[in-house]
């Protein structure tokens, strides 16, 4: 499995550089091919254009020459003189197009009748240029001037010039720009394998850490590079890391909590039992406190068990609010008349002021009811003996605010928050004394939070704790009202 997945890194990184370098590659070899092109073209026609004005210029001074002289001879050798050294080869033509001087002499080609082309152009009294290619392969430049007197042609001036030093030119700057552009591919390739390999190396971190989170390992942590995008989602992996490591070690605690919680009235249960079956001929009497001491440790499991599947509801995120309206006066009346048992067992008076106005609120009533029940069930298990409770309830501002007052041994701030958290007991042993498994406070607070509300504890002013619970009135109970 591991050399699999280390198959895979691999390959992934692989495709990944490669992938970049080919996306390099393809945009500076296309960058390059289409500068190259615009260089030669502008290289060439500069060169040719140079040259062939250079052939026009000759061939019209030598035309000029022979419109003004009558000296053939002259014009013969003015036109060896001025083409000599320079690669060009001029000829002098007859109206007719016959050869009458030729630069290159030993060729014969004096009598010869040349046509077509840049000739036929000239003799028809214009200027033009050919480039053709010889037979050779070599490419020849030729100009034909017209010898133009008063009006009339009366003969051509045909120069020719091979192009071996332009092409060697142009096939010296094809070069450069060849070895030019694989040295930009080359630089390029290198550039961009290292910037695949800044791109593909914090991915096997991303890579070995989601392994490791699959593993169950949350520890593990991905290390910030200096790359800001890439640290931003180094950030956020590592903070989900962090959020499911938070939520792994609650989830362990709530399991030992819970099996400790179970353990201790199961413990307690195996001795009563034992204790009856271990004695002879048991006392009727004994027996029956026996057996009633192991009703009460049933009772605290089942209030335990209860309270775990109603923990594991709102964790699931199965609880469904079934809201309707609520006559909260009369539901505090309720409450207060099933603790007065308890109450009267500690000799505790319970005071109910409820704001004479109150509308009915739209509320869950069993979450709300069991919410409610605990923290005044709270406050008189955790009061004096002949004591007091205060539960006070009216509407504000659009919310309704319920505070219960007790007379007990208060909370000290630092604990104030963790008595909301899941089996947190202040006194364990004095809470366990009462029946308390340190799940109804956390109870209470996801139904209020389900309902958008709050619950926090404060000081009672006269001493003990007071208990202050919010929730939104919404539209309509508003409407209602
Ligand atoms: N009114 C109070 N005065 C003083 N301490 C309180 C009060 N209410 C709660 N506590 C402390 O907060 C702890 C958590 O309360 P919580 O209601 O969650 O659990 P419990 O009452 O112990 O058990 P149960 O799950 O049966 O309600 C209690 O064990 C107690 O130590
Ligand atoms: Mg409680």
Redesign the pocket.
Known sequence: MAIITERIKKHFNITLKLRVSGIYLAVTSAALIVAAFFVMTAASNTLYEDKSADLFAKANIIAESMVQTDDTEYVKSLMSQSLAGTGIRGALLSSAGSVIYDTVEQSQSTGKILSGGVIAAAQAGGQEQELTTAETGELILSAAVPVNDRGAVTGTVYLTRQMTDVTDVLAQLRLCLIIFGLFMLAVVFLLSISVGAVVTSPLSDFISTAQEISKGNFDSRIKLRGNKEIDKLAEAMNYMCSELEHLESKRRKFVSDASHELKTPMATIKLLCDSITATENPDLGMVREFLSDLSEEVDRLT?IID?LLAMTKIDSGEIQLSKELVDFGMMLQKIKNKLTPLAMSKNITVTLDVQADMMPVMIDYDRIWEAVY?IVD??I??SKIGGGVLIKCGCTAGELVLEVF?S??G?PDEFKER?FERF????DSR?RET????????ISKEAVLLHGGDLRAEDNPDGG?CFIMRLPINEESDKRS
């Open positions: 209030r309270n605990n709270n406050a298990k955790y007790d007990g041994p909370i008595i947190y007991r202040l006194d809470a029946g308390g498994t340190g799940l109804g406070l956390s704790s």
